[in-house]
């Protein structure tokens, strides 16, 4: 279906003369019109018409020194009357001729200056133009004049082998954020590194799913032994450490094994257990303060998709040692800032003595965390102050009680540190509560279907939402991928319309696997024919979509039977469609690509971009092509991959880059899209020697 063209990065060179020959023909041509003018009609006025033009007399050459009787007479006689009218008529008319040659002159003049002035600012409108394009090519780095000059990213210093952009909590000490605000992301203030992240010293490619779930390499992962051994969330205390291994056992024998948990929250919610949570409508759980990701890697197995999210932290992270697993995962702060995910988007929450204290601030991360939630879903929290004795603690638990009341949460069952709270699928129940209880519900205005980082509303949202359907009406998984007639209608689209995308990017996974091989790399390229075997169906675990629009990629990776999670990013220059990425069981987040991602360095296996370069070239750019690619170079692990679909010109542009970020790089034709290119890249593993 395509075949390789070429491979490594052509310049693109700009002639720097043209502008010379444009001058040169110019001026002789504006000097041959000169001269054409002068001599074409003797002293007739220029065809740039002068306003000098209407004095002069028609046939005044027929009248000079000639009597109305046709004789001849002298005009030098002045003696008569007779003598002096004549004498008048011929200074008359050599006044008439003076301003005749005056005119001419000054037309003359007048052609001669517009002709040097256009050739001018012909000349400078294309020099502009020039210095432009020249200012733009260099803007994305991709000037040129051959592959050898473009010169390559130095590798950054070892302190930013684990380092999360816009979350520097010392820096926003500093700048005067505290509160819990420390952890926020902020980007506004954030340098750009413009240096490739090398891989730490020991560092070894991650174990293949499944086994990669259960056991990850020490030296991939800064984490102390401490930290892998003290107390905390119930699942950090599931791990095993030897000298380069960390072992995680979600069915341990330990008291707070994750199987005997996630049973427990079954039977509370009335399920025979956790396989159960797909027929009471449960697909995707969003996990805050995940430990390292044991309770969603237990119901992986259950076909449930479990976001982590945790605070940014420099050593023993949360979200860094859940990705490494082969969990999804981003960091995420839940303390002033509305989560980038749309309204209704989550089937459960999940809350296992998690950091988050649901009391502060009068309530407001409830009133978000209730945003999330779709209607009659479960929200799971264990904490030691439920079962709390001493005054305060029983005040703040009793505040909770009443807060999730007003918000139309029904308490299903509490056993022993854990509560399980199910949200009303009924709008009226909000309506009828007592004495209109706080908190109001947000007006249309302010309820923003998919915020980007927006300050907490002190408002319940989602409740003019067009997918305000009950966890239990929807399609249960995996049909749920295949949105009816109905649910389509509330995003604009058409079943065939739908399909037909589907079916484009079952077609194209079936190209893309392929070419995963490093056989296109080499000095006689060859797309893997029937005799190379296939790359594995675990080849690849963490895959980010950096342009997701309706998930097709994913679902077509998933149908075609890849042990993958997808991260779908709907950018927030492109249509929102993360909605419906959310409604079809798939998760994702809003996000712009100008900004680094909320993740931690060597996080994902394969990164895909379709559209994006024609995306983000439409708009007011802030940030430049090699910027982004920097970007996904510090997402992408060791030998991972990238595939960028989009327009020649903006293929061949990205190709050039990939010399500089260190790269193999190929470019694929699309034999049914003559418009468009593939770019297939992966990154090599660049080894460092430990000190």
Known sequence: MSRPLHRGASGIRIPDSNYDLWDSQSKDKAEKEGLDRRGSSGLSPSPLRSPFRLLLPENSHSKYGVTENGFSSDPFIIGTPRSRHKLVLLFLKFSLVFIVILALAGSFWWTISISTASRGHIYHGYRRLQEQLVSDLLEIGEISYAPSRLKELEFCSQEFENYVPCFNVSDNLALGFSDGNEFDRQCSHELRQNCLVFSPANYKIPLRWPTGRDIIWVANVKITAQEVLSSGSLTKRMMMLDEEQISFRSASLMFDGVEDYSHQIAEMIGLRNESNFIQAGVRTILDIDCGYGSFGAHLFQS???????????????????TLERGLPAMVASFTSKQLPYPSLSFDMMHCARCAIDWDRKDGILLIEADRLLRPGGYFVWTSPLTNARDKDSQKRWKFIQDFTENLCWNMLSQQDETVVWKKTSKRKCYSSRKNSSPPPLCGRSYDVESPYYRELQNCIGGTHSGRWISVEERETWPSRDHLNKKELAIYGLQSDEFAEDSESWRAAVRNYWSLLSPLIFSDHPKRPGDEDPPPPYNMLRNVLDMNAHFGGFNSALLQAGKSVWVMNVVPVSAPNYLPL????????????????????????????AAGLLSLESAQQRRCTMLDMFIEIDRLLRPEGWIIIRDTVPLVESARALTTRLKWDARVVEIESDSDQRLLICQKPFFKKQAN
């Open 303 to 321: 076909q449930l998709l479990t976001m982590c999210i945790a605070n940014y932290e420099p050593s023993g992270s949360q979200v860094q040692l």
């Open 581 to 608: 990425i959310q409604d079809r069981g798939y998760v994702g987040v809003l996000h712009d690509w100008c900004e680094a991602f909320p993740t931690y360095p060597r996080t994902y296996d394969l990164v895909h």
